[in-house]
Each structure stands twice: as C-alpha cells, then as structure tokens.
C-alpha cells in the first residue's frame, strides 16, 4: 500500500488524450486543483471527496465535460 502524499498543488494542464481526472484520494493534502484545457476529459472522478483541505479547484475550457460527480456538492470550498 502506498502512503499518502504531501503534494499540496495540482495543475493538468494541456492533457488532450485525458478521459478522466486523476484519481486523487490518496492526496489529503491537496490545497489546489487545477485543470484547465483538457479537451477531452469528460468526467471527474468520485475520489474529489476525499481532499479535505481542498479550497480552490479551478475547471477551466473543459470543452466536453460531462459530469461532475455527485459528491462535488459536499466539498467546503473557501
């Protein structure tokens, strides 16, 4: 089993063979997300939940983004 990381950004940008978000659970310390011109991400994965110190995720020109998952809502942005 992995541990955890420490990583505390995340910046995909410019992926154009990208289907889905990264999974990034196993990033608790995650403060900042961004994706940005990712032409073909269609989804963002479930395991968004997870970052508890998340407070800015930035979705930028994601031209067939097609859901978000539905545990987005639960997330405390500031």
Not at 5 to 12: A, F, G, N, Q, S
Not at 17 to 46: F, M, N, V, Y
């Amino acid at each position: 089993m992995l541990p955890d990381l420490t990583l505390r950004e995340l910046r995909v940008v410019g992926c154009s063979r990208i289907i889905e978000s990264p999974s990034i659970g196993r990033l608790p310390s995650l403060e900042t997300q961004h994706i940005d011109d990712c032409d073909t991400l269609r989804e963002l994965l479930a395991s968004i939940d997870a970052l508890t110190a998340l407070h800015t995720l930035a979705l930028e020109f994601l031209l067939n983004l097609e859901t978000l998952p539905s545990s987005i809502s639960a997330l405390t942005l500031r």
